[in-house]
């Protein structure tokens, strides 16, 4: 009697086992099953990111370096990859053998944790994000040194002129060796620095080459000479809160460009009148060889204090509004809606 009703037990377990076998392997498994609104492949659609702050920076060139950037990352590419892995064979293993049936088994290769997938997609949002700043900030320090070179470029010519001036001065005998010595050393000295100027620049286009995925020469080719700092269309302050512990400093940065301007100005018009001065005999050369000198600073710490300015918007654009990061990575496969803890962790080197 109690070997008929302990075989009539396992006949009843066999039998339910074999039911559910058979649902799944009819093709009508559980992940087949209708899914709620939103949840079928067809359906299944990432909601709209905001805009990217990269792409709203008002520069186009900066946009487009930064997308071939994301695009080619090999880190980005084995981080989506894996989390492409994971929804792969999470839906095959729901279709294989059904949340109920591992339920039923109790089946240890199914793990209840929901976090996986968004761990995953943390990984591959925040190197997106950390990969865009990146980008943008070697992109404003190339456009800041091709400021830099193009300015001192610019006074070649100028320089030249003014070891002109001094020589004739001089076999006229309206001025003395001095005035030639000063010209000639101004000229020496402008070129020496005008080379140190194009060395950073280089080794800063070929950081940025290498984070985009191009030739330095390429790269250069494209970005064009001099190019203009990018001008964000957004008030920087207006972006950081008060208690934004860089706020101050943001706003010296502002105070200090706007100073500058002012003061640019007034050094161009003072060399102006010197060289005048200078020409006309009624100045010295080493007058004008200091206006110049001060000149020239003034408008190289003009393009730091933008570019400066610049670099602080990016920095606190860009950590406003990580959403643009998630675009494209919502699952391909619609989750099995009967079971709401089975999945299988699936790591990939990357991660």
Request: proline share 6%; with cysteine.
């Amino acid at each position: 009697m109690l070997r008929s009703r302990a075989w009539r037990g396992n006949a009843a377990l066999l039998a339910l086992a074999l039911a559910s076998a058979g649902c799944a392997g009819a093709g009508k498994d559980v992940a087949s099953a209708p899914t709620p609104a939103g949840g079928t492949e067809a359906s299944a659609s990432p909601s709209v990111a905001a805009p990217a702050w990269w792409r709203e920076a008002g520069d186009p060139v900066l946009a487009t370096l930064v997308q071939q950037g994301l695009d080619i990352s090999p880190e980005v590419i084995c981080r989506i990859a894996s989390l492409r892995q994971y929804d792969h064979q999470t839906a095959e293993d729901a279709r294989r053998i059904g949340a109920r049936l591992g339920r039923l088994l109790g089946d240890k290769s199914v793990k209840a944790d929901p976090q996986i997938r968004e761990d995953k997609v943390e990984r591959v949002s925040t190197r997106k994000e950390r990969l865009a700043r990146q980008i943008a900030l070697a992109y404003i320090e190339v456009r800041r040194l091709q400021q830099d070179v193009a300015l001192r470029g610019s006074l070649s010519t100028q320089y030249k002129d003014n070891a002109e001036v001094a020589q004739f001065r001089r076999e006229a005998g309206l001025a003395s060796a001095i005035d030639g010595s000063l010209a000639r050393s101004q000229d020496e000295t402008a070129q020496g620095e005008l080379g140190f100027a194009q060395g950073r620049l280089d080794e800063a286009m070929a950081q940025l080459a290498r984070l985009v995925g191009e030739q330095p020469d390429a790269l250069a080719a494209k970005l064009g000479s001099p190019g203009a700092i990018p001008d964000p269309p957004i008030d920087p302050l207006s972006i950081a809160p008060p208690e934004e512990p860089r706020r101050a400093a943001l706003a010296d940065t502002v105070l200090r460009e706007a100073r500058l301007t002012q003061a640019l100005d007034e050094a161009r018009r003072t060399v102006r009148d010197a060289r005048v001065a200078y020409r006309e005999g009624a100045g010295a050369f080493s007058t004008l060889y200091v206006t110049e000198a001060a000149a020239l600073g003034v408008e190289l710490a003009l393009v730091d204090a933008r570019a400066g300015r610049v670099t602080a918007t990016f920095d606190l654009w860009s950590g406003k509004d990580g959403e643009w990061a998630r675009e494209g990575l919502a699952p391909i496969v619609a989750p099995d809606p009967s079971a709401t803890d089975p999945t299988i962790t699936v790591t990939a080197p990357c991660d």
